[in-house]
């Protein structure tokens, strides 16, 4: 009996999920599809610039499946570019990891996507500053339209300090 496949940890889920060659008909297009832990291995390694070793222990598997994971997601972007297809950032076996924020002061602390939270912190837990943003890495914002368990019917405080 196999082992059990292991959820990935996701930290961001992509903004755009759908890529096409211009000037091609979808009809005459062919799909590539990329996991989103695929995307997420890309993300970490080629955008980031982590090694394998820490990006693999950010993603909660091992450094050869990080490798196999990056491998597998380069040639299908590889074989999309070079032979006209479409690209599709869908599915996979992954849980989202807690949300990072930063006050005023410089504290920063994260909250975990599986609490159930429906606003931001309202106060920093250290120095109790109401100043709080959202954390995000430049150039990445959550997928639109997303929203991990628990954060449905947000404010729209919440929406403006980083919740979508």
């Not at 903004?15 to 060659?21: E, I, L, N, R």
């Not at 211009?22 to 989103?36: F, H, K």
């Not at 970490?44 to 090694?51: M, N, Y």
């Amino acid at each position: 009996m196999p082992r059990p496949c292991k959820c990935r940890k996701i930290a961001y889920l992509p903004g755009v999920t759908f890529f096409k060659p211009s000037g091609l008909p979808m009809r005459a297009l062919e799909e590539t599809r990329l996991s989103v832990e695929e995307a997420e291995a890309i993300r970490l390694k080629d955008l980031e610039g982590l090694d394998q070793e820490p990006a693999a222990v950010r993603m909660n598997v091992s450094r050869p499946t990080f490798q196999r994971m990056l491998s597998s997601a380069r040639r299908k972007i590889a074989d999309s570019l070079l032979n006209g297809k479409a690209i599709r950032i869908t599915g996979g076996n992954y849980e989202l990891t807690g949300r990072s924020y930063r006050c005023r002061n410089g504290h920063e602390w994260d909250v975990s996507f599986e609490s159930p939270v429906e606003e931001p912190p309202e106060l920093c837990p250290t120095c109790k500053t109401p100043e709080i943003t959202a954390l995000l890495p430049p150039g990445i914002r959550p997928m639109s339209g997303a929203r991990p368990a628990g954060t449905a019917g947000l404010t729209e405080r919440a929406r403006r300090r980083g919740f979508r």
